[in-house]
């Protein structure tokens, strides 16, 4: 594989672009640097080139926005036409009346709702509400939710966060309502929101969502769920209709507008209302060309039985990738864990350092064989069963190659590039 245009774009970049991206997770620290590319020209589909022209399934979807598949044409269609009577306006347009009015028609605790860009400006959003709604400064949270000091200060990505915003955010590990009890009792009356992802690869155990919802309720916290990743992923309704527990805000972004920059806050109208004065409120907003392409989005996700198609392509990759884990004698060692539409390579019993080489090796051998990846998979509607199966048959000499690597006591001699990095840890 020819990668003399990814390096020479790396190194202009290496000059000018602190960390070479805009994103942690499409830097180097996500990939084999030296050995993957890094820098994409061009989509269509499921597909992507880079910019030496190689060709690949992409299971990374500019990071979850790509629902339907690059350059669709009845989204890029809808974008055009409202590119061509105006971006931004100087007062508020249609279009967000029209997809307010979509989402509540679609999403349970969904009564009314205001936009955003990023997925960060809506959790940071939800949080403010929840705080001025309650006149409590402390958060509880599970999961990732963006980049901002509230949430960020909680991690070990905190430089910059002044300790008394870091001493705000408390956390609490997932699947375990007795530790949020405790947390509860712990902070009597200071605690304004519990903020988690409802699901990430690991399934809530039975009743699990349903006893966050009432610890918070009898502590007088609001229950947000950060629907950015499940969002029209698990289903149009988000997690909230696939699990059927209804939070009281929710938060949406990436897949939204299938690759458009857009995020909502959504919720019940007695906290909503209190946007008329907490400050959510900035130039982009209401920007209509993300508004369009987030109306055809989700319209052609409904019409096309998009959600379906996911699941079912998601299905087929994750069995086919355990059936072929257990062929070559890795079970034990990898494992496909996650629901059909987001899943993720895993090694349950491996040192961090150790499953973070395996990825790695997974990683390279998969792009020299046109499989995009960091090891996770998400599925849009451009995943056909010709993508999986091209996926598949790559995976099969991928794994293959891991056994052995894993056999010599030494996969990391097996590496082209320096491995992967851990970006974050929540
Ligand atoms: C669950 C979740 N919440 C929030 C965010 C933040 O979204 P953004 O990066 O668009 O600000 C992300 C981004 O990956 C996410 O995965």
């Known amino acids: 594989m020819k990668l003399d245009r990814n390096h020479a774009w790396l190194e202009r970049a290496r000059r000018v672009v602190p960390g070479c991206a805009q994103t942690f997770s499409k830097g180097p620290l996500n990939f084999v640097a030296g050995a993957t590319p890094a820098f994409l020209g061009r989509g269509q589909g499921a597909r992507v080139w880079d910019v030496d022209g190689n060709e690949y399934v992409d299971y990374l979807l500019g990071l979850g ?10 989204v890029n269609r809808a974008a055009a036409a409202q590119m061509e009577a105006g971006v931004s306006f100087s007062l508020s347009h249609p279009v967000e009346v029209e997809l307010s009015e979509l989402l509540v028609s679609l999403i349970p605790c969904a009564e009314m709702v205001r936009f955003g860009k990023n997925g960060s400006d809506a959790t940071a959003g939800a949080v403010r509400l929840s705080r001025a709604v309650t006149g409590r400064d402390k958060v509880a949270r599970c999961g990732y939710h963006g980049w901002q000091d509230w949430y960020i200060g909680s991690t070990d990505r905190w430089q910059g966060v002044p300790e008394a915003v870091r001493a705000l955010t408390l956390s609490f590990p997932y699947n375990d309502p007795e530790a949020l009890d405790r947390l509860f009792a712990a902070h009597p009356g200071a605690i304004a929101c519990v903020i988690l992802e409802p699901v990430t690869f690991d399934p809530p155990r039975a009743g699990y969502l349903e006893a966050v919802r009432e610890l918070c309720h009898a502590n007088g916290a609001l229950l947000i769920f950060d629907e950015v990743i499940t969002g029209f992923r698990f289903g149009l309704g ?8 209804t939070p009281d805000l929710a938060c949406f972004g990436k897949a939204l507008a299938n690759g458009f920059p857009l995020s909502a806050i959504v919720g019940k109208a007695e906290f909503m209302r209190r946007f008329e004065d907490v400050f959510f409120s900035f130039t982009f907003g209401g920007e209509t060309v993300s508004l369009a392409a987030a109306l055809a989005t989700i319209r052609a996700l ?27 004698g890795l079970a034990g060692t990898i494992e496909c864990a996650g629901y059909p539409p987001w899943t993720t390579l895993r090694c349950p019993n491996a040192l961090p350092e150790q499953a973070l080489l395996l990825r790695s090796l997974f990683q390279q051998e998969c792009a020299a064989r046109g499989v995009l990846t960091i090891g996770a998979h998400m599925i849009s509607v451009a995943h056909g069963a010709g993508e999986i199966d091209w996926t598949l048959a790559a995976y099969r000499e991928v794994f293959r190659i891991l056994a052995e690597a894993q056999a010599s006591g030494a996969p990391e001699r097996w590496l082209r590039g320096s491995p992967m990095r851990t970006i974050l840890r929540p």
């Open 65 to 74: 926005p790509v629902i339907l598949g690059y350059a669709d044409t009845e």
């Open 238 to 245: 988000g997690a909230q209709t696939y699990f059927g527990v």
């Open 302 to 328: 409904r019409d096309r039985g998009g959600v379906a198609s996911i699941w079912d392509a998601g299905e087929r990759l994750r069995r086919g990738t355990q059936t072929l884990i257990e062929e070559t």
